[in-house]
């Protein structure tokens, strides 16, 4: 450890020295003091490279909670991505069936499986008030031909 603080100690008396010796105006002057403050730096972070070397400091790696953390962000998307399909698919339904839009509930189910390929797996359609009248086949068939999708549909 003296080493250390010897080797601190004579370089930046060797920069303050420099600092002294060389004209404060002169053009030189600036980068002299850059270099030799960029020497007393690395003199000064010598400790910090021993440590590295000697494997006392170990980079963090990939642990289980990183991992956890990933996928529950993932999740969090799709859930939000669900919530928006799903008013989507309600809004579209309401306005292609003419149907108030208060009378129809949709509920989208994304397949998450391959996360660079989100699919719709199945819409589920609740109809209440004057929108039990609809069509069911029709109603299918639109959803299918539309979200190519597994539909259900229930009544309220």
Same mark, same amino acid.
């Given at each position: *450890?003296?080493?250390?603080?010897? !080797?601190?100690?004579?370089?930046? =008396?060797?920069?303050?020295? !420099?600092?002294?010796? *060389? /004209? =404060?105006?002169?053009?030189?002057?600036?980068?002299?003091?850059?270099?030799?403050?960029?020497? +007393?730096?690395?003199?000064?972070?010598? /400790?910090?490279?021993?440590?590295?070397?000697?494997?006392?400091?170990?980079? /963090?790696?990939?642990?289980?909670?990183?991992?956890?953390?990933?996928?529950?962000?993932?999740?969090?998307?799709?859930?939000?991505?669900? !919530?928006?399909?799903? !008013?989507?698919?309600? $809004?579209?339904? =309401?306005?292609?069936?003419?149907?108030?839009?208060? =009378?129809?509930?949709?509920?989208?189910?994304?397949?998450?499986?391959?996360?660079?390929?989100?699919?719709?797996?199945?819409? +589920?359609?609740?109809?209440?008030?004057?929108?039990?009248?609809? $069509?069911?086949?029709?109603?299918?068939?639109?959803?299918?031909?539309?979200?190519?999708?597994?539909?259900?549909?229930?009544?309220?």
């Amino acid at each position: *450890m003296s080493a250390y603080m010897t !080797a601190v100690i004579v370089c930046a =008396s060797v920069t303050a020295l !420099a600092g002294i010796v *060389m /004209p =404060s105006d002169g053009a030189s002057s600036k980068y002299i003091k850059y270099i030799s403050g960029l020497v +007393t730096l690395c003199v000064m972070a010598t /400790p910090l490279f021993e440590l590295f070397d000697r494997g006392k400091i170990e980079l /963090p790696e990939l642990s289980v909670e990183t991992e956890q953390y990933e996928f529950d962000i993932r999740e969090n998307i799709i859930k939000r991505v669900e !919530a928006s399909i799903s !008013a989507s698919v309600a $809004d579209d339904i =309401s306005a292609v069936f003419n149907l108030e839009r208060s =009378s129809v509930d949709a509920s989208a189910t994304l397949d998450s499986s391959d996360f660079d390929d989100v699919k719709i797996a199945s819409v +589920t359609v609740t109809l209440r008030g004057g929108a039990v009248w609809t $069509d069911a086949e029709s109603l299918t068939e639109y959803i299918i031909g539309t979200y190519d999708c597994e539909v259900n549909i229930s009544y309220e």
